[in-house]
């Protein structure tokens, strides 16, 4: 479906229409049980939605692209507070994650890579945890204990807070590449454990 996703809104609601009509169609002459044939056909709506509710989140995420990012003033595990202006006139690549996220956790040893890789050149590796306020020394003590590198942010409303809601995100991990001037380069950027990321960032940082 990468095509299809690719694809602006009026080619993509034309291909889905063509693709439950074709499909609706080789249910109908395979001479199956009425009964088999409503089912299918009720399979392959749900499909269809979630396909479409999937398309409408990156679609949201694109228009993204270019706009001005929503800044962040969030308290900095080393202390102080950091904030998006801080960063103007290089590259930021944001990591929006939790400690109680599985998959937040299973990207840490890529982006620890890709930090690695990229040290020293005109970009921040910036990770804002959506932790409560209430488990504060939970994340503080998870930084620590994982000697997590770049800049480590919390979040001040976690999932209320101004640059989350900015994004619309309602689901981490999130990555989000933004440019030195302060323009979103892309919102819904590769995570670490892509390849996609490499090819990226090369593209962009010298």
């Known amino acids: 479906y990468e095509d299809l996703l690719a694809s602006d809104e009026e080619s993509f609601k034309k291909q889905i229409d063509d693709k439950k009509k074709a499909d609706f169609e080789r249910l109908e002459k395979a001479g199956l ?12 709506e749900m499909g269809l939605l979630g396909l479409q509710e999937y398309y409408t ?16 003033d969030y308290e900095n595990h080393k202390g102080g507070v950091t904030s998006l202006e801080d960063l103007k006139g290089k590259y930021v690549y944001v990591d929006v994650w939790a400690t109680w996220c599985g998959p ?4 840490i040893p890529f982006l620890q890579k890709t930090e690695a890789a990229y040290h020293g050149k005109n970009i921040e590796f910036v990770s804002i945890s959506v932790d409560e306020q209430k488990n504060h020394d939970k994340w503080s003590k998870f930084v620590t204990e994982k000697n997590l590198g770049g800049i480590q942010l919390l979040a001040d409303k976690d999932w209320k807070s101004d640059f989350v809601q900015g994004y619309k995100i309602n689901g981490i991990p999130r990555f989000i590449i933004i440019s030195p001037e302060g323009k979103i380069v892309n919102a819904d950027a590769p995570r670490p454990s892509s390849p996609e990321l490499v090819t990226l960032l090369d593209s962009l940082v010298k």
């Open 33 to 44: 049980n009425p009964f088999f044939v409503d089912a299918f056909k009720k399979g392959i």
């Open 57 to 72: 989140k990156i679609a949201g995420n694109r228009k993204l692209n270019n706009t001005n990012a929503p800044n962040f």
């Open 104 to 107: 937040c956790r299973q990207e």
